[in-house]
């Protein structure tokens, strides 16, 4: 067996009609938005999607991110980058910025009427001089193209990933700003050498969204979790579509699959 999959998990699922604080990360409504067929076996039943390897380059771009902007966070200075595009903020320095930022404790609200647990890890937080907190979130690729905008259909949950960041950080009294920002690394792939090194081109990209799907949003997976009857599979879903082949595979030769 995988050591990054378990195919069904006993611990950590839903009990319908449970009044008990129950934990749903930022990446499971979005599961859900994605196909409430997967996001029901998910949570319901244990069974959840296998997953990609880890992104160790990304992780270690984040980690050096965090210790650059650190830096001026402790110096209560401007970023280069920041300075570059002109922006109104600066690194704030939150007493809750480390426990926000850590993966599983995140920044949480508790949802009193679906009495979830609502919770995401932040990459970054700044403050323009009007006190507005800001929402910054680290991006890392390798395109050929320059990436300047967020306009690829893929990139709708990383605008969804900053709006349930923003409302979190709403429901712990803050003020935030509508307009958050994605620094975005890209990969270099035309030098002449690697030399034990990759160069990154980093753009600084707004995005200016808004926080008011996320309620409905929990409440319809509140919903669908108290239902008893497995939900329609979305019909962009590539994970349901493998598994209805196969069961149709199976239906049509009488395999053992």
Known sequence: MSDYYTPQRTKGLYIPGS???????????????????CFYYDRRSGVGRPPGFPFTLNAAVDTLLKKEFDVHRARNTTHPLIEKYGIDARPVDHENLNKWRHTFTGIQYLDRPTHFL??????DLWQNSAGEFIVVDYKATAKTEDITELNKSWQDGYKRQMEIYEWLLRRNGLTVSNTGYFVYCNGRADRAAFDAKLE??????????????????????????????????SNACDYCAYANALKRIKNKGNLDI
Do not use: M
Request: glycine share 4%; hydrophobic share 40%; net charge negative.
């Open 19 to 37: 009044h008990e604080p129950f934990k749903l990360s930022r990446s499971k409504i979005d599961l859900f938005l994605e196909c409430p067929r």
């Open 118 to 123: 609502i919770y995401g890890a932040i990459d």
């Open 200 to 233: 990154f081109d980093i753009t600084l990209i707004p995005y200016t969204g808004s926080d008011e799907w996320v309620e409905k949003a929990i409440a319809d997976a509140h919903a669908c979790l108290n239902q008893n009857i497995i939900p329609e599979a």
